[in-house]
């Protein structure tokens, strides 16, 4: 046997070992690419959301433990269309405004109140598949709040 040249078997082990290492690097690149995938996918997701497909009644008495016990955003909206009404008496913490539009895009839970509840109606139906959070139109308006004994701040 030559001594200066290789011994075949320790270039078949060479051999050997480069192809597990390939083939290994190969499994981890397929693995680490498939839960990047995975979780890119699931992180996708989770991020849409949908339009509020819809708007929803609450009488007073509901719409008063909404108001107290919601744990994320709200905003009371009066839509009577002269801020002079709202000058003159409002549910505590509702801001003005007479415009739908506003609210687009809002992830903000939505309660809606008029008079009487006989326009706010039309101003939720305008909020559906514009906007993200609830959308809840307080039944009877602020007649029925004022009514049924409930609290109006100036």
Request: net charge negative; proline share 3%; glycine share 6%.
């Amino acid at each position: 046997m030559d001594m200066n040249q290789p011994d075949i078997k320790e270039g078949k082990k060479l051999e050997k070992i480069v192809a597990i290492i390939l083939v290994l690097m190969i499994v981890f690149a397929i693995i680490y690419l498939s839960i990047y995938l995975i979780w890119k996918n699931k992180s996708n997701a989770s991020n849409e959301i949908e339009y509020t497909k819809n708007y929803y009644f609450l009488l007073p008495k509901d719409a008063s433990v909404f108001i107290n016990t919601t744990s994320h955003n709200l905003t009371i909206v009066d839509m009577r269309g002269c801020k002079c009404k709202y000058n003159g008496g409002h549910l505590p913490n509702a801001t003005w405004n007479i415009n739908p539009t506003s609210f687009y895009n809002t992830t903000d839970d939505l309660l809606i109140y008029d008079e009487n509840g006989s326009e706010s109606i039309e101003f939720c139906e305008d909020l559906v598949n514009h906007t993200y959070g609830k959308i809840i139109c307080l039944q009877g308006g602020i007649e029925a709040w004022k009514n049924d004994g409930y609290e109006v701040v100036l």
